[in-house]
């Protein structure tokens, strides 16, 4: 397997950060599908699900609260760690195997992700990033992807700017509400729980010509 990817640094400075976040709870409050007239709505899920699904070749993930349930554990030593779930792993396992391109992009920096990924075969690992939606074009230049053919999953405020430009966006059922409020799907699983594992099934079973994910 090759080395993890590396794009430019996207990480950006706490002054920076406090103003995406404080243009982004504005985005919410005013763009949020509740706000939104109804040919607004219609425009932007027009697509039936399953067509949406068919044509996504490129899938991304947050981590924490996504891959999992959002706790931060540590030992009696200090040491950080993180509780995932087999079966988003197997379902990160089943899309690479369908030729679809994987990326995680996460806020946090950690080596736990790093071996995650590792295991999983997973080359597109982007953390300490604050710009996803930044990552998101970088990624579809690089692979001749547009954002219409890609899927995000994201739980909190700063994956929303990623989730309004997907051609599939999702929640976990434990997203933030404002999230949940603005994504074309919300999981029944939670963070941790399989969520990615759910939303794989979809997307597979939506291009799979027997109508199954495997």
Same mark, same amino acid.
């Not at 970088?138 to 992807?145: D, F, Q, S």
């Not at 405020?157 to 949940?180: K, M, T, Y």
């Given at each position: 397997?090759?080395?993890?990817?590396?794009?430019?640094?996207?990480?950006?400075?706490?002054?920076?950060?406090?103003?995406? +976040? !404080?243009?982004?709870?504005?985005?919410?409050? +005013?763009?949020?599908?509740?706000?939104?007239?109804?040919?607004?709505?219609?425009?932007?899920?027009?697509?039936?699900?399953?067509? #949406?699904?068919?044509?996504?070749?490129?899938?991304?993930?947050?981590?924490?609260?996504?891959?999992?349930?959002?706790?931060?554990?540590?030992?009696?030593?200090?040491?950080?760690?993180?509780?995932?779930? +087999?079966?988003?792993?197997?379902?990160?396992?089943?899309?690479?195997?369908?030729?679809?391109?994987?990326?995680?992009?996460?806020?946090?920096?950690?080596?736990?992700? =790093?071996?995650?990924?590792?295991?999983?075969?997973?080359?597109?690992? $982007? &953390?300490?990033?604050? %710009? #996803?939606?930044?990552?998101?074009?970088?990624?579809?230049?690089?692979?001749?992807?547009?954002?219409?053919?890609? !899927?995000?999953?994201?739980? %909190?405020?700063?994956?929303?700017?990623?989730?309004?430009?997907?051609?599939?966006?999702?929640?976990?059922?434990?997203?933030?509400?404002?999230?949940? #409020?603005?994504?074309?799907?919300?999981? #029944?699983?939670?963070?941790?729980?399989? =969520?990615?594992?759910?939303? =794989?099934?979809?997307?597979? !079973? =939506? &291009?799979?010509?027997?109508? $199954?994910?495997?």
């Amino acid at each position: 397997m090759g080395s993890p990817r590396v794009l430019p640094d996207r990480r950006l400075s706490t002054q920076t950060w406090e103003v995406i +976040v !404080a243009r982004t709870l504005i985005s919410l409050r +005013v763009q949020s599908p509740m706000a939104k007239s109804s040919s607004q709505q219609s425009s932007k899920r027009r697509m039936p699900a399953q067509a #949406k699904l068919r044509r996504i070749r490129l899938f991304a993930t947050d981590v924490d609260g996504v891959l999992t349930d959002g706790g931060m554990y540590y030992s009696d030593s200090g040491q950080q760690m993180k509780r995932f779930n +087999v079966w988003d792993g197997m379902g990160l396992a089943l899309m690479r195997q369908a030729g679809l391109i994987l990326g995680i992009i996460t806020t946090e920096k950690t080596k736990l992700v =790093a071996q995650r990924a590792k295991k999983l075969q997973i080359t597109e690992v $982007h &953390q300490g990033v604050w %710009d #996803k939606l930044g990552v998101l074009k970088a990624l579809g230049k690089r692979y001749g992807v547009t954002l219409e053919e890609m !899927a995000f999953i994201g739980d %909190d405020i700063n994956d929303f700017e990623a989730l309004q430009a997907v051609g599939f966006s999702a929640s976990p059922a434990d997203g933030r509400q404002e999230i949940r #409020k603005s994504v074309h799907y919300v999981c #029944k699983a939670k963070g941790g729980e399989g =969520a990615v594992r759910e939303l =794989a099934d979809m997307i597979l !079973a =939506a &291009q799979s010509k027997g109508g $199954h994910p495997w």
